[in-house]
């Protein structure tokens, strides 16, 4: 029989090969597993326990909050507060970043959060998920935080990762030293290494888009979709779950591309530099895929305010090629 890798066992071989590190990232990635654990069981349970539905709250990006939003979010907040090693927090749902104890004068690193992903998908039991964005901290420890420890470029991160919530529930993050999965055991409570070293397929063949978008789309996206429509590769599909975590993760495993496209009086998309579009392109570029705005690289891009919205197409590179071959193509 082989032997099962849990995820604390993974993460404790990780920071073993590097002996001189503080292991302060080793306990911020344990606290993040114990949210994931307690999110999850709300979200099995949401249905009993009372918490299906909205909150009279508008939250700052102008969506009603879910009453599971407010409960991640807080989850989140509250483990990663107490954890020591976090300094600050970007979350979804606050206007404002959070200065963890004492101005955030302590604590090694920030992290960056979308407590529960794909919020119009809660209360009809759908995939929904967290995703999460670790980087260190600019100023010197014993120093109050600034902007600039949260506003920092995709290709500063030390580590992403997200959790997806779906028919079973999955921990996928990396270090920059490529991406692996571990599945929870519901019996135990444990993440077991489930899907060590993931890459991109390289030749995707699913393409994950809000059709109702498309029409406000730019001409380069929507000569792409007419090509991926069109194709006589009878393998090509159509995928769209409309939660950001679960067509990512289906791509990753399958191979493909989701876009969120710059759109007609909405240039800058809908979805979120800081904690959605910069973690998922860190972990796709560490599986072999790609993750680009309409300029290039979303890990070049450098914030300018926490809820900064970008256009976001990632997925296989060779679709990527694809898309960004329509923007080149003369338009007749
Ligand atoms: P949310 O963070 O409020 O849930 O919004 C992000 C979600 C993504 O998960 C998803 O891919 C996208 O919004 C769906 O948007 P749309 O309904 O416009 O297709
Ligand atoms: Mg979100």
Redesign the pocket.
């Known amino acids: 029989m082989t032997k099962t890798v849990t995820l604390q066992e993974f993460i404790m071989d990780g920071q073993a090969a590097f002996p001189f590190v503080s292991g302060q990232l080793t306990r911020l990635l344990t606290d993040l597993a114990i949210g994931a654990k307690i999110v999850n069981h709300q979200v099995n349970r949401a249905g009993l326990a009372g918490i299906l539905g909205a909150t009279d709250n508008i939250n700052v990006?102008d969506?009603q909050q879910q009453k599971l939003?407010v409960f991640a979010d807080r989850t989140f907040q509250r483990i990663l507060t107490a954890g020591k090693s976090v300094a600050g927090i970007g979350s979804?749902e606050r206007e404002d970043f959070i200065l963890c104890g004492d101005a955030g004068r302590h604590g090694k690193y920030v992290v960056m959060i979308?407590p529960?992903?794909?919020?119009?998908?809660i209360d009809v039991n759908v995939s929904?998920?967290t995703i999460f964005s670790i980087h260190k901290r600019t100023t010197p420890m014993g120093e109050p935080l600034t902007d600039e420890d949260f506003l920092q470029p995709g290709d500063r991160q030390v580590a992403a990762g997200y959790i997806l919530y779906g028919s079973s529930t999955m921990l996928v993050y990396t270090t920059g030293t490529g991406v692996n999965g571990f599945t929870l055991d519901p019996a135990v409570g444990e993440f077991f290494l489930s899907h060590p070293g993931m890459q991109f397929p390289e030749h995707g063949s699913t393409y994950?888009?809000?059709d109702?978008?498309l029409s406000r789309a730019t001409p380069p996206v929507r000569t792409f979709i007419d090509g991926c429509r069109e194709t006589s590769d009878p393998a090509f599909r159509a995928r769209?779950?409309?939660?950001?975590?679960?067509?990512f993760h289906r791509n990753l495993i399958h191979g493909g591309i989701?876009l969120?496209p710059s759109l007609v009086g909405k240039p800058e998309g809908?979805?979120?530099l800081l904690y959605?579009c910069a973690p998922l392109a860190f972990i796709a570029e560490q599986a072999g895929g790609s993750a680009e705005d309409d300029q290039g690289r979303i890990m070049e891009r450098t914030p300018s305010h926490l809820h900064e919205r970008v256009p976001f197409y990632v997925g296989s590179r060779h679709l990527l090629h694809a898309l960004n071959a329509c923007r080149k193509a003369p338009v007749n």
């Open positions: 990006q969506e939003d979804e979308d529960l992903d794909g919020s119009s998908n929904i998920g994950s888009i809000n109702a978008l769209y779950i409309g939660s950001l975590v679960a067509d989701y969120y809908k979805l979120r959605e």
